[in-house]
């Protein structure tokens, strides 16, 4: 056997062994499934694990922006008149936010802690002062305490007493500082001095949340187990209003799928909201699913049957596009919806001068890599409004039709920083290569099948000349044997017209 058949029959062998290898590996996945199972051992809340100290400390930079609605017709409209507003802001401050008091439960099953925020303002990403900027908007305090005592006389007459002596009216004028982070209203300390239910002071307290540390099932990396110490919460009328869902926003189990549910628990609204998948985006050259709520998160009871839980009373149950959030606000009569009532009925958009809802700029969204988890991108906007209606004991409100009346919305957004997004990238490329390892496998094999295909080839042509070679030599020899010429005679024979010529004739033996 020459060294040719010898490197021919080699490659062939190669070449089948990694095919049958790689195809092999590439049905069963194996590589796959090991890099899956060991990111699922990674991504993980317990201490020295890749996504701990940034969940704790988040790197990314999170800006908070606040909007106004300025009232420019408070007097028309307390004479029955379209309430007519118009948009101040963007207020933009920057986040900063950490995880306090961490601590390991139940054999690193949960983990505990609390939620902590500040915030510093930022002028140069604002539209002005919020020290000195005021605004004109409903009086939140008076008709929380207006709402408060309804249904009771006495309490009624005593506070609108109250709010004569007080000069409190309807509306307020306030720094955006004020309505930001609180003032003391006379109002409120007066009613707070006999009810201890009312506060005298804006202030809010996330409380302690205990979250699921995705050791056992990786699906559950994130999500909140208990807040506030229930699991279940008591605000709405119905077990699936009440229960906790998902996580608290900031973090998201790896290996996401297009066809899931992304569950979010916001204290804010003292619900768990939903959201699916809209489309494939890029943030920084990471790819992303764009998840965002759909119309049927603030439906009506009468679009979706499920949210008629939500409904304070069955009296209270609001069109689509809001959420009445008073039984977690102490009876005040805070809606929440999207800004400019975004997928809310047309209706709450035409009664007041001033909103114009646009997809661009009030959708809330969350962009996730698929893969890791990780939010790459995010916008969660939310709008504050006041329910305004007639309330009996009080004249002031006695020309007022139901009104969802706009205060503020907030838009708070993260962009995943460069040095966050270099480590996601390296992450990345390590799982591309080693999922795709059997790939590699069955290219190296199919490049030796090219090769050997050109071998055999090769082959072939040289075995096809050496045979050509061959046969031509044989049948030259066999005919200088056979053949040969003489003269025809011992004198060349002319030929007048053509000349001389030779003639052959066969050779014979002597």
Excluded at 285 to 294: E, K, N, S
Aim: charged share 20%; hydrophobic share 40%; glycine share 6%.
């Amino acid at each position: 056997m020459t060294r040719r058949s010898c490197a021919i029959y080699a490659v062939g062998i190669i070449c089948a062994s990694l095919l049958f290898i790689g195809i092999g590996l590439v049905v069963a996945q194996v590589f796959s499934k090991l890099m899956h199972n060991r990111l699922k051992k990674e991504i993980v809340l317990v201490e020295g694990s890749r996504v701990f100290e940034s969940w704790k400390a988040p790197p990314p930079p999170v800006y908070m922006e606040y909007f106004f609605f300025n009232v420019t017709n408070v007097d028309a409209f307390l004479e029955g008149a379209k309430p007519e507003v118009t948009q101040v802001g963007p207020y933009t401050y920057r986040e900063y936010r950490y995880k306090d008091n961490v601590s390991m439960v139940d054999n690193n099953r949960m983990v505990s802690a609390y939620n902590i925020k500040s915030f510093v303002f930022l002028r140069e990403k604002s539209v002005g002062d919020p020290a000195v900027d005021s605004i004109t908007t409903v009086n939140i305090p008076a008709w929380a305490v207006m709402n408060k005592v309804k249904g009771s006389f006495f309490k009624t007459s005593m506070v609108s007493i109250w709010m004569n002596s007080y000069r409190s009216g309807l509306f307020t004028t306030r720094t955006v500082d004020e309505l930001l982070w609180g003032y003391e209203d006379p109002l409120l300390a007066r009613v707070a001095s006999t009810n201890p239910d009312v506060e005298k002071k804006n202030g809010t307290d996330s409380g302690e949340f205990i979250y699921h540390t995705g050791v056992q099932d990786y699906m559950d990396y994130g999500r909140v187990e208990t807040w506030k110490g229930q699991s279940q919460l008591t605000f709405w009328t119905s077990n699936q209003s009440n229960s906790i869902n998902g996580s608290d926003g900031s973090a998201f189990h790896p290996l996401l799928n297009k066809n899931e549910r992304i569950y979010v628990f916001t204290p804010d609204l003292c619900r768990s909201i939903h959201m699916e998948f809209e489309k494939d985006v890029e943030v920084k050259g990471i790819p992303a699913y764009r998840f965002t709520p759909p119309r049927s998160v603030f439906a009506s009871k009468e679009e979706n049957p499920a949210n008629e839980g939500f409904c304070v009373t069955p009296k209270e149950c609001l069109g689509t596009g809001l959420l009445k959030v008073s039984p977690c606000r102490k009876g005040a009569p805070v809606v929440a919806s999207f800004p400019h009532f975004y997928l809310g009925d047309a209706k709450y958009v035409s009664a007041i001068q001033g909103m114009s809802p646009q997809r661009q700029h009030h959708q809330t969204f969350l962009d996730l890599n698929p893969t890791t988890g990780v939010i790459v991108r995010a916008n969660k906007r939310a709008q504050i409004n006041i329910l305004l209606s007639r309330i009996p004991g009080f004249p002031k409100t006695r020309v007022l039709n139901e009104t969802i009346f706009p205060v503020m919305f907030l838009n708070e957004s993260v962009v995943i920083d460069d040095a966050s997004a270099a480590r996601v990238h390296k992450l990345l490329l390590i799982v591309t290569l080693v999922s795709n390892f059997p790939l590699i496998i069955v290219g190296l094999g199919a490049i030796l099948l090219v090769a050997l295909i050109i071998l055999l080839v090769r082959a072939r042509k040289q075995k096809k000349e050496v045979k050509r070679v061959f046969t031509k030599a044989l049948y030259a020899t066999s005919t200088e044997e056979d053949t040969s010429y003489s003269p025809v005679s011992d004198k060349e024979k002319e030929d007048p017209q053509n000349g001389t010529y030779i003639g052959l004739s066969a050779k014979c033996d002597p």
